[in-house]
């Protein structure tokens, strides 16, 4: 073969590789508790030419099998599920699948949240508040293996590098460990102690046990004081 036909031939191939890695289209499976949110959500996605939601699922377990059915390239999060809480599914998904990009999707206060999320194993955090064409931008810019978080969040997490971790700056909320703070969700929603260790699936010697801790650490004398807060928290979340 000729060089010139060596060359036309190449330049065929890039063509072509170019325009299979342009009409890729990225797989997506939306997990949220919420059926109209979840509806939402796929209708903004599916307009975008380059993105298709190819499963919704409503809780943990309806997660992890959408999964491992459809083998998406991006899973989107919700962390309030029906079961077990959103942030026990990244890290199992961040396990048992590490190459799949996570992106969190949540009415939880990200300057609370987003910090866990990206530890347990997620690529971004987006609030459920912010408009239509961040999330689109989210997913992209997550796709692109960068890590997608607001400027305030990014800020502030620039900030702990630079200047080391400091506990003493920490709200007491933030330094209550994932599962205190998933316990007192649960208690804030009603939930009493052997309601939370079924959910939890855990003894209710060890929900007790978080408890306690989650008392010494915000400072509350008993547990009228944990309800209270538990429950104040609850509303804000909700609102």
């Known amino acids: 073969m000729s060089k010139a036909s060596e060359s036309k031939s190449n330049g065929r191939v890039a063509r072509k590789k170019n325009a299979q890695s342009q ?55 919700d962390l309030t599920l029906k079961d077990i809480g959103g942030l026990e599914l990244i890290k199992q998904l961040h396990t048992t699948h590490p190459d799949l990009p996570i992106l969190v999707l949540s009415m939880h206060d990200e300057s609370l949240y987003a910090q866990r999320v990206l530890r347990a194993g997620a690529r971004g955090y987006v609030m459920k508040q912010v408009g239509a064409d961040k999330l689109i931008t989210a997913i992209r810019t997550v796709m692109r293996g960068d890590i997608y978080v607001s400027q305030d969040v990014a800020t502030r997490l620039l900030g702990q590098l630079a200047g080391g971790a400091n506990d003493s700056s920490k709200t007491p909320l933030e330094n209550l460990s994932d599962r205190e ?55 804000r979340q909700d609102g």
């Open 181 to 235: 703070l998933e316990v007192f969700e649960l208690l804030g929603k009603g939930l009493g102690t052997r309601q939370v260790a079924e959910r939890l699936c855990v003894s209710i010697k060890t929900v007790e046990s978080h408890r306690e801790h989650i008392k010494d650490k915000l400072g509350l004398k008993n547990a009228a004081e944990l309800i209270q807060h538990a429950t104040q928290y609850a509303i």
């Open 23 to 77: 009409d890729k289209v990225t797989s997506l499976i939306i997990v949220d508790d919420h059926p109209i949110v979840r509806k939402g959500m796929v209708m903004l996605i599916n307009q975008e030419q380059d993105l298709n939601v190819v499963a919704e699922a409503e809780d943990y377990h309806q997660g992890i099998a959408a999964v491992k059915e459809h083998s998406p390239d991006l899973a989107v999060v």
